[in-house]
């Protein structure tokens, strides 16, 4: 950090000077141009390649055992070119694993390829995409998985059961382009005023994203166990319990993403008045299906998915605080 003192002309205008060795690193001469601009902090920013486009950034991968978890590595650090290159002639399950991951990762597409090579470009623009836009089609995604995952397993709907799990594909696509835009604003500034969206914002999204995901991944597990039973349906008091469950822990993480955005903590701290409920009813299910004969287990472990469902809106609920000044 280099302090400088402001200085004030007989016209009453403010001077400051840059350092020269910063001068020169950036060509910057007597008569060059900089911007000036100030952050929604205050901070004054000067930019010498304000007028300069940002080159593209490629990242190369060689096939290895890990190659899908670098494609989405690549793609989550906003790389704009991944390019998978063999030494000699790419193996047809490695061809296929690269064409299976681009499909799944929304924006990146096949732009080249070869016998050695296939080169993916990522054609989104960040500024297109405000992350608040994602997180709420990802919840409406994972929300729904919920619900019908509860509705799958108390009516014996099996059919609905596998409707669920094919959604959770796109749950995963939008939490991965959240991350990779997430990551470039944060690497952005002039991206983040124009999304408005500061910086703690980026982290509360990135967990909230990761938390939504995670309702949707129990909601796999739910609508598991609902296919264990083979269309069974459960008593009549299972039923009324399973349904009184899953409305506490559904109502929950629709006003724990209300509050995220809203910042009402009044709302935010109700979800938490609901955790005594929560456990008394999962306690009933679990007493009765403890009477039932073994093959009644996958209502337990069902509810314990739903209860888990309800933790995950408490910590969507921990992240609607006041936003700093």
């Not at 009044?266 to 679990?286: C, D, G, W, Y």
């Amino acid at each position: 950090m280099e302090l400088r003192k402001v200085q004030r002309t007989g016209g009453g205008t403010f001077l400051i000077s840059i350092p020269k060795g910063w001068a020169e690193r950036n060509g910057l001469d007597r008569g060059s141009l900089v911007a000036v601009s100030e952050r929604v902090n205050g901070r004054l920013v000067v930019d010498p390649k304000y007028g300069v486009e940002r080159a593209q950034q490629t990242a190369v991968i060689k096939p290895t055992p890990y190659l899908v978890h670098e494609i989405i590595g690549k793609y989550l650090l906003g790389y704009d070119i991944i390019r998978v290159e063999a030494k000699d002639r790419m193996s047809p399950e490695d061809r296929e694993s690269v064409k299976q991951r681009s499909s799944r990762l929304i924006g990146l597409e096949i732009i080249e390829e070869n016998y050695s090579r296939i080169v993916m470009q990522c054609l989104l623009e960040p500024s297109s995409f405000p992350p608040e836009k994602i997180l709420r089609r990802e919840y409406s995604i994972a929300s729904g998985m919920h619900r019908d995952a509860v509705t799958a397993l108390i009516e014996g709907d099996v059919p609905l059961a596998k409707n669920v799990v094919a959604r959770d594909d796109e749950v995963d696509r939008l939490y991965f382009l959240l991350v990779r835009i997430l990551r470039t604003v944060i690497q952005n500034p002039y991206l983040s005023e124009k999304l408005e969206i500061l910086p703690i914002d980026c982290l509360d999204y990135r967990l909230a994203a990761s938390l939504v995901e995670s309702i949707g991944d129990q909601s796999i597990q739910i609508v598991e166990n609902a296919i264990r039973l083979g269309g069974a349906k459960p008593t009549e008091k299972l039923y009324q319990l399973f349904l009184n469950l899953h409305k506490i822990a559904y109502e929950s993480h629709e006003n724990a993403i209300k509050a995220l955005f809203s910042r009402d903590i009044s709302l935010a701290e109700s979800i938490r008045t609901k955790r005594e409920m929560v456990a008394s009813v999962f306690h009933e299910i679990e007493t009765i299906v403890h009477d039932q004969p073994i093959e009644f287990a996958p209502y337990i472990l069902a509810a314990s998915s739903i209860s888990r469902i309800y933790d995950y809106s408490v910590d969507i609920a921990d992240l609607g605080m006041p936003r700093p000044i």
